[in-house]
């Protein structure tokens, strides 16, 4: 382990992706100075992802990001070794994005509508969670309409139900079950998988 470590701090041919998997990995072995090179690696990726995003607000920027590491810190015993890990902390940093943009929508005089942000949530900087984008719609497209329809436009599009009700046609207790049902299989479909 020492050496994987030692490899992802000072090897250039080394991915983004496997560097910071193998010092979290070694973190959550006991390794505190892996830890804290992955800490320190992630909160430079998270600072230009945030800034990109919030070209106009730089102020801000800081405070998210100490935001989703200490999400990433409490999360970590959640993560699977199997799965990109980029993808699942962008995921959570888009997460803290949504919130703060949400909380400064509602405190702002303007009331700016999380609507004009959409784009920012829409791409991701790494490969994997394109890959993973990927990986899902495989994967709802083995789905029924009855459930794959309910779990895109809830799920990933943010509609409430009543609204997906109306849009497919089902009822709301229809769409709720899909979901469930839908997200039931697609899960069995990933243990499959893995």
Wanted: hydrophobic share 40%; charged share 30%.
């Amino acid at each position: 382990m020492k050496r994987l470590i030692e490899k992802a701090e000072t090897e250039p041919g080394m991915s983004v992706e496997e560097r910071l998997k193998v010092l979290l990995l070694a973190g959550l072995d006991g390794n505190e100075n892996a830890y804290h090179a992955f800490l320190n690696e992630l909160s430079g990726r998270l600072r230009a992802y945030v800034r990109k995003r919030l070209f106009h607000l730089h102020d801000e920027v800081e405070d998210i990001v100490q935001e989703t590491l200490l999400a990433v810190h409490n999360a970590r015993h959640t993560y699977r070794t199997g799965e990109p890990l980029t993808a699942w902390i962008y995921a959570i940093a888009r997460y803290k994005l949504m919130d703060f943009l949400r909380m400064r929508s509602r405190h702002d005089a303007f009331n700016e509508p999380l609507d004009d942000y959409v784009d920012i949530f829409s791409t991701c900087d790494e490969e994997p969670a394109n890959d993973a984008k990927r990986d899902i719609g495989v994967l709802l497209e083995q789905l029924p309409d009855k459930q794959r329809l309910p779990i895109v436009h809830v799920k990933l599009q943010g509609l409430s139900v009543a609204e997906t009700a109306q849009l497919t046609g089902l009822s709301e207790s229809a769409v709720k079950i899909g979901i469930h049902r839908g997200l039931k299989s697609l899960a069995a479909k990933i243990r499959l998988f893995s």
